[in-house]
């Protein structure tokens, strides 16, 4: 089974530009996640999509992140625009139900670093 | 929000065995994973409990107390390649945050020769 795939693996961009990630989840898991993880530290949740709505976006920065997952498959996600403090590892995660005991599964990551 | 506390280095030597602790406050329990994480990779899946006991799997068991709010990972037989960050995870269940996880800071684990 393909896990789940996340491009870039890298980006470098200037403080106030805009940058987007993408990802694909594993074939037939419902749920996608996107967090934010910053050096030293555990994942963040921004995100969570059931299929192709939204059920948690409490922690996503509003004025500048946001996200979508049309079709409920692949989705991205954009900062515009972007500051320092958002050089992290974006990490894209996908669960297959609702069952307590489905674990989540990470994507490699893009590693964002903002000039 | 919830408040998972683990430390943040700890060190051991090759065939040893180690003992990862995580204490963790929240109403709205339903779960704790562990993850493991190599530098510049992705967490990847280690253990889960939901009721209070032992979970065995290979070298690497987890233990759950509700009631303490308190878990802990083992490694037996540690080896080199086992030096990562280990995650502590709650699952929170309540209102809108369906199966969402709190993430501790990690645990840099090394391992000496």
């Known amino acids: 089974e393909a896990g789940v795939a996340q491009s870039p693996r890298y980006k470098i961009i200037e403080k106030r530009q805009s940058v987007a990630f993408w990802c694909n989840p594993i074939?037939?898991?419902?749920?996608l996640y996107w967090y934010q993880q910053i050096l030293g530290q555990g994942p963040k949740l921004l995100i969570q999509?059931?299929?192709?709505?939204?059920?948690?976006d409490s922690q996503l920065p509003k004025d500048r992140f946001s996200a979508e997952r049309l079709k409920g498959v692949d989705s991205t996600l954009k900062i515009q625009p972007a500051k320092l403090e958002d050089s992290a590892v974006y990490l894209c995660?996908?669960?297959?139900?609702?069952?307590?005991?489905?674990?989540?599964?990470f994507g490699p990551g893009t590693r964002l670093t903002v000039l | 929000g919830q408040n998972i506390d683990q430390p943040t280095e700890m060190t051991a030597t090759e065939g040893a065995i180690v003992q990862i602790n995580c204490t963790y406050q929240?109403?709205?329990?339903?779960?704790l994973f562990w993850y493991q994480q190599h530098a510049g990779e992705a967490p990847t899946f280690l253990s889960y409990?939901?009721?209070?006991g032992l979970e065995e799997k290979g070298r690497f068991s987890s233990f759950l107390s509700r009631s303490k709010g308190y878990s802990y990972l083992l490694l037996k037989e540690l080896q080199m390649k086992d030096s990562a960050s280990y995650l502590c995870?709650?699952?929170?269940?309540?209102?809108?945050?369906?199966?969402?996880?709190?993430f501790g800071r990690g645990t840099q684990l090394t391992v000496w020769p």
């Open positions: 995660a996908s669960r297959r139900g609702q069952s307590s005991y489905n674990e989540q599964f």
């Open positions: 074939s037939g898991h419902a749920t």
């Open positions: 999509f059931q299929n192709n709505g939204v059920v948690d």
């Open positions: 929240t109403s709205g329990f339903n779960g």
């Open positions: 409990n939901v009721l209070d």
């Open positions: 995870a709650v699952r929170d269940n309540r209102g809108s945050t369906l199966g969402r996880l709190y």
